[in-house]
């Protein structure tokens, strides 16, 4: 029998400062490998020039590094003449005319080779006014850039997030069966799933054979009951006992992405969110 692959933790240096140098050398401490890329230098990635993202691969390699993942914003938008919520897109826009947008896909994608990232995330396009609320299934769009990706040798993968179109199961599994066969996998991000109702055994087990990647945070509800207050994973409601063991039976040698948002003690955070994961992840985490 055959030695099942490692699962494997990435870090995304953004949670810890815009400068990416502080982030890749606390993984380097951590002993993680792999890192996500979000932003740097106070801007979102695919906006950065060539230079720039070069620059970012090469301070990753002096460490030993290497990039797992593009954390990109696309699908993350509406139309300009929608109106958004609040959302956060570290630094890239939220109304993007239709015209623009096959030029971000373009340029996401060349920053991942760049890069060396294997995976691109997408979103779902952002729910805004019913009558103006674009929706991903049938999309054109979706299956010119899944032809584009693989023709660049890298996959794009679908965060469930809960401000955007597709973020309950139901809706995620038709995505998925449609374009799933075009290469387009599953950027599971259990905290939101948990956010929508949806973080059970069930509901886990029929997503996990689509799951490229998981988005690893974690929270508890705020003291006078409205909202919620991040903390590191494994000490908020998130229900990882159960989901993780699921996720591993399904899809061993996963990559498990710290995504703390603890703004006041990201390093605290981080650190201790390795820890759990290297103890919870069924034969832990490289």
């Known amino acids: 029998m055959g030695k099942m692959p490692a699962s494997r933790l990435v870090l995304n240096p953004d949670e810890l400062n815009s400068d990416p140098v502080p982030g890749m050398d606390l993984a380097v401490k951590l002993g993680i490998g792999q890192l996500e890329i979000r932003s740097a230098e106070g801007a979102n ?118 401000v955007c179109t597709v973020a309950h199961a139901e809706s995620l599994l038709e995505v998925l069966d449609r374009y799933h066969g075009q290469g387009l996998g599953l950027w599971l991000d259990v905290a939101n799933l948990h956010e929508v109702g949806q973080a059970t055994g069930e509901v886990v087990s029929s997503l996990a054979p689509y799951v490229g990647y998981v988005h690893v945070k974690d929270y508890r509800p705020a003291a006078d009951g409205g909202g919620r207050v991040f903390c590191p994973a494994g000490e908020g409601v998130v229900p990882y006992g159960q989901v993780l063991p699921l996720l591993h039976a399904a899809q061993p040698g996963l990559p498990y992405a710290l995504e703390t948002h603890v703004r006041d003690t990201p390093a605290d955070a981080l650190t201790s969110g390795a820890a759990f994961l290297r103890s919870a992840v069924p034969g832990g985490v490289a």
Not at 124 to 139: A, K
Request: with cysteine; glycine share 6%.
């Open 45 to 162: 990635a695919v906006t950065l020039p060539d230079d720039r993202v070069r620059y970012l691969r090469t301070l990753a390699e002096e460490r030993g590094l290497k990039v797992a993942a593009l954390a990109s914003p696309l699908w993350k938008w509406c139309r300009p003449e929608a109106t958004p919520e609040r959302v956060d897109t570290f630094g890239f826009p939220t109304q993007v005319p239709p015209e623009e947008r096959l030029g971000w896909i373009e340029r996401a994608i060349e920053a991942a080779v760049i890069l060396g990232a294997p995976v691109v995330r997408v979103f779902s396009h952002l729910r805004v006014e019913p009558e103006l609320t674009e929706q991903l299934l049938g999309d054109l769009l979706l299956a010119k850039a899944l032809d584009l990706a693989n023709s660049a040798g890298v996959r794009l993968l679908l965060e469930n997030e809960p």
